[in-house]
């Protein structure tokens, strides 16, 4: 079955410090790929998506991700952390040879920042 | 920008009851969807929908069932509820066409059953 695996379930970095978010899916048809956040009793944002028109993909508050065809990688990057980037994040990735709009996610990273 | 409202942000009920979760989409999408959220399992798709009318089983089903009868509203009933199904459930609707559409999240509801 296809998936998609992030790397670490807890992650902590100093404030000012890089982020980096690991993410892997496992088709050699690369899928349409997402990032999400979510934030203490919300739902789900969408930070970014890669829909194969650029491989570095920039979305909201700052994060970018980069494609890695040879990797099957989509790693969710942060120059600087900031308290305000305290969050859970959710790689998922729509393999559309289903023939489907599924989501299917990561088990998501839990990011923490320390001051 | 789209608006993915659920009923209620929090709900607690009893063991046996029937509960019902809205959830409605205020940008004509076609796709709409049901998850639950629990620590370390990340989320699981209960159903989906395609079309009014229309539904299928997502990877846990059990327990559950849907009803769409309009394209902008999609329910998630439990039609005996059971302590195991205490958890967060969020809703997302998505457009068709090109599979590299989003899905769009409401808040969630957390649901607690005594």
Known sequence: ?115 | DVKVTQSSRYLVKRTGEKVFLECVQDMDHENMFWYRQDPGLGLRLIYFSYDVKMKEKGDIPEGYSVSREKKERFSLILESASTNQTSMYLCASSLQGAHNQPQHFGDGTRLSIL
Not at chain 1, 11 to 23: D, F, H, Q
């Open chain 1, 1 to 115: 079955a296809q998936s998609v695996t992030q790397l670490g379930s807890h992650v902590s970095v100093s404030e000012g410090a890089l982020v980096l978010l690991r993410c892997n899916y496992s088709s050699s048809v690369p899928p349409y790929l997402f990032w999400y956040v979510q934030y203490p009793n919300q739902g789900l944002q969408l930070l970014l998506k890669y829909t194969s028109a650029a491989t570095l993909v920039k979305g909201i508050n700052g994060f970018e991700a980069e494609f890695k065809k040879s990797e099957t990688s989509f790693h969710l990057t942060k120059p600087s952390a900031h308290m305000s980037d305290a969050a859970e994040y959710f790689c998922a990735a729509i393999y559309s040879g289903a023939g489907s709009y599924q989501l299917t996610f990561g088990k998501g990273t839990k990011l923490s920042v320390i001051p």
